[in-house]
């Protein structure tokens, strides 16, 4: 007798995802490098007075002005992961990727208000967040919850 065995389907990830999750590693890249500059101009440009009694005051007076550029870097590590979600269609990819395109929009919309002018950061959130709402999109994590 010959069995013959039955397997689910393998969901094909439509190709605006992967298109989207191309986009935020390449995002996510660009903002960690940011943040690893912001990071390497905050201890390059802190003064270096060693003495005896306070060998880990330089390493100390450094440390406050790494919080944005933490931020930052981690911020880039957000976008990276979100990326690996959308690919593998995981329903977390879907929601930190729409939640950091959120925070960004949010952000870019601050800096508007107050005289900056964000439009590449406006223009690359709002796609992002059209492009994941799509019906096709949605389906497809959709299908592949259900199927988890």
């Given at each position: 007798?010959?069995?013959?065995?039955?397997?689910?389907?393998?969901?094909?990830?439509?190709?605006?995802?992967?298109?989207?999750?191309?986009?935020?590693?390449?995002?996510?890249?660009?903002?960690?490098?940011?943040?690893?500059?912001?990071?390497?101009?905050?201890?390059?440009?802190?003064?270096?007075?060693?003495?005896?009694?306070d060998?880990?005051?330089?390493i100390?007076?450094?440390?406050?002005?790494?919080?944005?550029?933490?931020?930052?870097?981690?911020?880039?590590?957000?976008?990276?992961?979100?990326?690996?979600?959308?690919?593998?269609?995981?329903e977390?990819?879907?929601?930190?990727?729409?939640?950091?395109?959120?925070?960004?929009?949010?952000?870019?919309?601050?800096?508007?208000?107050?005289?900056?002018?964000?439009?590449?950061?406006?223009?690359?959130?709002?796609?992002?967040?059209?492009?994941?709402?799509?019906?096709?999109?949605?389906?497809?994590?959709?299908?592949?919850?259900?199927?988890?």
């Open positions: 007798m010959h069995q013959t065995a039955t397997h689910t389907p393998h969901q094909r990830r439509p190709r605006a995802v992967t298109f989207v999750a191309s986009l935020l590693f390449f995002e996510a890249v660009l903002v960690m490098a940011l943040g690893l500059v912001l990071a390497a101009g905050q201890v390059a440009t802190t003064p270096i007075a060693m003495t005896p009694d060998a880990f005051g330089p100390l007076s450094v440390l406050p002005g790494l919080g944005f550029a933490t931020v930052v870097v981690v911020a880039g590590g957000g976008l990276g992961l979100a990326g690996l979600g959308l690919l593998h269609l995981r977390w990819g879907w929601v930190l990727a729409m939640s950091l395109q959120g925070f960004g929009l949010v952000d870019a919309l601050y800096a508007h208000v107050h005289g900056d002018r964000p439009y590449v950061t406006l223009a690359l959130c709002s796609f992002v967040v059209l492009v994941l709402n799509q019906r096709e999109v949605r389906q497809a994590f959709a299908a592949r919850a259900l199927h988890d």
